[in-house]
């Protein structure tokens, strides 16, 4: 079992992620720490398990070394390597704080590689200052000596506040070995005061103290981060402060015991708020909220040092949850990256002539609707941000969980008309993947999620570097008010999904989308004189309306947002921003008839019958309802009967012929059908397993005999036979698993190595273990078995399976999707072993 796509969206934490030197950007993916290297376009490259709960905070450690915090408590060190082998959590430190770990912070000295200190904030009113070493034993991981994190010093917060930022950086220029060391940490949150803590180290003793507490912000402070003005070490340093009040300001730090002069940022700031007072006075720390002049002292070991309000930095619109500095790329000079709930990002530098600070980009978008996620503009703001090691890209985390990446497009470093281009980023589910469903010809993979999401991913092959194809989401066609909870594909160009509400809804591929399939896929676009222009969602509805482009039935209003001149020509996967607006596919029809929520269903192999069930606990809601989908979409009725609690899972057999249901009563009941659309029910099993029945699948039938698997609470998987001469279902075989099944899916091919055909069946289990059963088709006994490996488990349980439908032209391997409890969704490729 080989990955060949794995998706995943971030954690919307503003520290739940971070670049390394060598390219390579780890960010929090739910509780799997995900490896991402933007420069190699092809998503995400491992997910990576470890902690229990959601990731909050990543840093780097410099070579190759990560560690990761979260809502479990624990620190994990982790080693990445650059290529090749898989990441590998080296250290856990369980219970490193006694509440959630909201943000890390590392700072590395003149002659360190790696950041050998580092500081981390909780929600347990504390910080931590932690040492990483080297240690002295022979083990090593990835060919270098293996490291681990120590404790040094808890620092209690007051007056108290839950830190949620923070900022370390070495003061001290060691590249002689001079002594002492020392360090300055900036911490800030659930207040708007940010605190300057001096820590020095002589020897073995190490200590960090209160220095200053500084004060302007009106707002929870969000965001921190030190930045050396020029040469580090002999220039000034630089604190940037974002806030909650939507402002940015910057704090100067200055070595010596007299204060710097006041800048132009400095003096225009202070006006703007009517702050007159320019003195200096290095004994009274500022007493107001204004931004002032006024200079604080600190002692950082031997040296003194003040610190003074620098600048005010305006122009977002709403909470400022990021800033971040870097003096890479062109010019080599300080500039600032602030990304706002406002849906913008913003880069600043001095002006040479008058120092002010200004803004020389702005990206992503305005809208209207601030801090939101609607279908028809807004992102929902941005939460993170982010540098490459060079500083010609940056990335942005959107509230969605995608990444958005702008490059400067120019060759020349030096070229200060450059301009920034969005290049290819990473998108994925930010809740549990509920439901999967590829389409009939096998082009695409549905997805859909409890985050009120349905997606369609395919592969693509670059036009311009060539090579393996790689996987992308390439369209995003429901945007949804409430959870979704299932989804199967209807014909070759529509599908049908199921949420948390009472009705089911049909919707159609537009012909913008058919469009943007066939460049990116080679997939050959459906006839679109029967396909809608496209589709929009209004603002405060559920239903995507068609759109027709010229300006026909839907108007100018109904067209409101929706560009399709964006899809036109494309080269590679849309981005965010145009997922979001510009992909949506109208809906056709809505399925009523349930009274609760609707738990699963299914589509029968022709097309012609919806199969739909919803969550129950008695008898007159657990009925199983028939939709035919031609010409009426009407209900086929009296519903099925028989289950008394909720319907787990619906599946058509190969030729539709019979319709198998399984339910949490621990029974699975197989509808025979009589005339037309007309199910009877034909056989049942009350006491089919001890515990609930989770999944059920039907195997391709062999020699006129019929086999369907179903997947049981109780651990084990039980494989049903109907033959000819015994038309009913008897249990043919048993496998126990270690622990409970929550999926299962059959693939059938003939074997190339026997003439004797094979019945390939993957199990997913509650742990996220994955294993492939190849089963004797006469004996239905297991011949072999292949478990995926450890570092591809999921962290959560594996809510449904799907095998690739095969066609003729296809090899012997097989794709395999998996969605995940611990929203990842998986796509594998399975190879004979």
């Known amino acids: 079992m080989t990955a060949t796509y794995l998706s995943a969206g971030a954690n919307r934490q503003t520290a739940a992620a971070d670049?390394?030197?060598?390219?390579?950007?780890?960010?929090?993916?739910?509780?799997?720490?995900?490896?991402?290297?933007?420069?190699?376009?092809?998503?995400?490259?491992?997910?990576?398990?470890?902690?229990?709960?959601?990731?909050?905070?990543?840093?780097?450690?410099?070579?190759?070394?990560?560690?990761?915090?979260?809502?479990?408590?624990?620190?994990?060190?982790?080693?990445?390597?650059?290529?090749?082998?898989?990441?590998?959590?080296?250290?856990?430190?369980?219970?490193?704080?006694?509440?959630?770990?909201?943000?890390?912070?590392?700072?590395?000295?003149?002659?360190?590689?790696?950041?050998?200190i580092f500081a981390t904030g909780a929600a347990d009113y504390t910080i931590k200052i932690w040492?990483?070493?080297?240690?002295?034993?022979?083990?090593?991981?990835?060919?270098?000596?293996?490291?681990?994190?120590?404790?040094?010093q808890t620092i209690q917060t007051k007056p108290r506040f839950f830190p949620l930022c923070l900022a370390l950086v070495a003061v001290t220029d060691t590249t002689h070995g001079s002594e002492p060391q020392s360090w300055l940490l900036a911490a800030a949150g659930t207040n708007n005061k940010i605190q300057i803590f001096a820590g020095a180290k002589t020897g073995s003793a190490f200590s960090f103290d209160l220095q200053a507490s500084l004060s302007g912000h009106e707002g929870w402070v969000r965001s921190l981060d030190f930045g050396w003005e020029g040469t580090p070490f002999a220039s000034d340093l630089l604190l940037a402060?974002?806030?909650?009040?939507?402002?940015?300001?910057?704090?100067?730090?200055?070595?010596?015991?007299?204060?710097?002069?006041?800048?132009?940022?400095?003096?225009?700031?202070?006006?703007?708020?009517?702050?007159?007072?320019?003195?200096?006075?290095?004994?009274?720390?500022?007493?107001?909220?204004?931004?002032?002049?006024?200079?604080?002292?600190?002692?950082?070991?031997?040296?003194?040092?003040?610190?003074?309000?620098?600048?005010?930095?305006?122009?977002?619109?709403?909470?400022?949850?990021?800033?971040?500095?870097?003096?890479?790329?062109p010019h080599q000079k300080p500039r600032l990256l602030t990304t706002s709930a406002d849906n913008s990002l913003g880069i600043w530098e001095a002006d040479e002539a008058s120092g002010i600070w200004v803004t020389t980009a702005r990206l992503g978008e305005l809208s209207k609707e601030k801090g939101a996620t609607t279908a028809t503009g807004s992102v929902g703001g941005f939460w993170a941000g982010l540098w490459s090691p060079n500083g010609r890209e940056v990335v942005t985390l959107c509230r969605t969980g995608s990444w958005r990446r702008w490059t400067l497009a120019s060759a020349s470093a030096e070229d200060s008309n450059a301009r920034w281009v969005q290049a290819l980023g990473v998108t994925g589910h930010v809740a549990p993947v509920t439901g999967v469903s590829w389409s009939r010809d096998g082009a695409y993979l549905l997805s859909t999620s409890?985050?009120?999401?349905?997606?369609?991913?395919?592969?693509?092959?670059?036009?311009?570097?060539?090579?393996?194809?790689?996987?992308?989401?390439?369209?995003?066609?429901?945007?949804?008010?409430?959870?979704?909870?299932?989804?199967?594909?209807?014909?070759?160009?529509?599908?049908?999904?199921?949420?948390?509400?009472?009705?089911?809804?049909?919707?159609?591929?537009?012909?913008?989308?058919?469009?943007?399939?066939?460049?990116?896929?080679?997939?050959?676009?459906?006839?679109?004189?029967?396909?809608?222009?496209?589709?929009?969602?209004?603002?405060?509805?559920?239903?995507?309306?068609?759109?027709?482009?010229?300006?026909?039935?839907?108007?100018?209003?109904?067209?409101?947002?929706?560009?399709?001149?964006?899809?036109?020509?494309?080269?590679r996967p849309p981005p965010e921003d145009i997922l979001a607006r510009n992909t949506l596919w109208p809906e056709t029809e809505k399925l009523y008839g349930h009274g609760y929520e609707i738990s699963c269903l299914g589509v029968s192999h022709d097309g012609s019958l919806v199969a739909s069930a919803c969550r129950a606990s008695s008898l007159n809601h657990a009925v199983v309802r028939l939709f035919e989908t031609a010409p009426q979409w009407t209900e086929v009725r009296p519903p099925l009967p028989l289950h008394t609690l909720t319907v787990t899972r619906l599946r058509f057999s190969g030729d539709d012929r019979f319709l198998l249901s399984v339910g949490r009563d621990r029974q699975w009941a197989v509808f025979g059908r009589a005339e037309g659309s007309t199910y009877t029910l034909a056989q049942h099993n009350g006491k089919a397993?001890?515990?609930?029945?989770?999944?059920?699948?039907?195997?391709?039938?062999?020699?006129?005999?019929?086999?369907?698997?179903?997947?049981?609470?109780?651990?084990?998987?039980?494989?049903?036979?109907?033959?000819?001469?015994?038309?009913?279902?008897v249990l043919a075989a048993t496998v126990n698993e270690l622990e409970p099944v929550t999926a299962v899916d059959f693939l059938w091919r003939p074997t190339t190595k026997t003439t004797t055909p094979q019945l390939v069946l993957a199990v997913g289990t509650e742990s996220g273990r994955l294993a492939v059963l190849t089963l004797d088709a006469a004996t239905l006994k297991v011949s072999s078995r292949q478990d995926i490996g450890s570092g591809a488990l999921l962290s959560g349980a594996v809510l449904q399976l799907a095998w690739r439908p095969k066609t003729a032209d296809d090899t012997a391997d097989a794709d395999l999707a998996i969605a995940g409890d611990d929203g990842s969704l998986r796509v594998f490729r399975y190879s004979e072993p």
């Open 241 to 329: 402060s974002a806030s909650q009040d939507k402002y940015v300001r910057l704090w100067r730090i200055h070595k010596g015991s007299s204060a710097p002069a006041p800048t132009a940022s400095a003096t225009a700031a202070a006006a703007a708020v009517g702050e007159t007072d320019t003195s200096l006075d290095l004994s009274a720390p500022a007493s107001t909220n204004t931004p002032s002049n006024k200079a604080h002292r600190l002692q950082a070991g031997p040296e003194t040092y003040s610190v003074t309000f620098e600048a005010l930095l305006l122009g977002h619109e709403d909470w400022i949850y990021s800033a971040r500095w870097t003096s890479n790329g």
């Open 689 to 729: 397993h001890s515990r609930m029945i989770l999944d059920c699948a039907w195997a391709p039938t062999v020699d006129a005999r019929r086999v369907f698997a179903t997947a049981g609470r109780d651990k084990t998987v039980k494989v049903w036979l109907s033959t000819p001469d015994s038309p009913l279902f």
């Open 450 to 571: 409890t985050d009120q999401t349905t997606r369609l991913h395919a592969a693509w092959t670059s036009r311009t570097t060539g090579g393996s194809p790689s996987w992308h989401e390439m369209a995003r066609p429901q945007i949804h008010g409430y959870d979704l909870n299932c989804i199967d594909s209807l014909g070759g160009s529509q599908f049908v999904s199921g949420a948390d509400e009472k009705l089911m809804r049909v919707f159609h591929e537009p012909k913008s989308v058919a469009r943007l399939l066939e460049a990116l896929t080679g997939r050959e676009a459906p006839a679109e004189e029967a396909l809608p222009d496209a589709a929009n969602m209004p603002v405060l509805g559920l239903s995507n309306k068609a759109v027709d482009v010229d300006g026909g039935a839907g108007g100018d209003e109904a067209g409101d947002g929706v560009d399709t001149d964006t899809l036109v020509d494309v080269d």
């Open 131 to 152: 040492a990483l070493m080297e240690t002295w034993e022979l083990g090593r991981i990835h060919e270098r000596p293996q490291a681990t994190i120590m404790l040094l």
């Open 19 to 116: 670049w390394a030197d060598d390219g390579t950007l780890c960010y929090g993916a739910g509780r799997n720490l995900a490896v991402w290297r933007p420069a190699d376009e092809v998503g995400v490259q491992q997910l990576l398990r470890g902690h229990s709960d959601e990731i909050k905070a990543v840093q780097y450690l410099g070579e190759g070394l990560f560690v990761s915090g979260g809502d479990d408590k624990n620190l994990l060190l982790w080693s990445i390597p650059t290529e090749g082998d898989e990441g590998l959590c080296i250290q856990t430190v369980t219970d490193a704080h006694s509440a959630p770990i909201n943000c890390i912070a590392a700072a590395r000295s003149s002659t360190d590689k790696k950041k050998t």
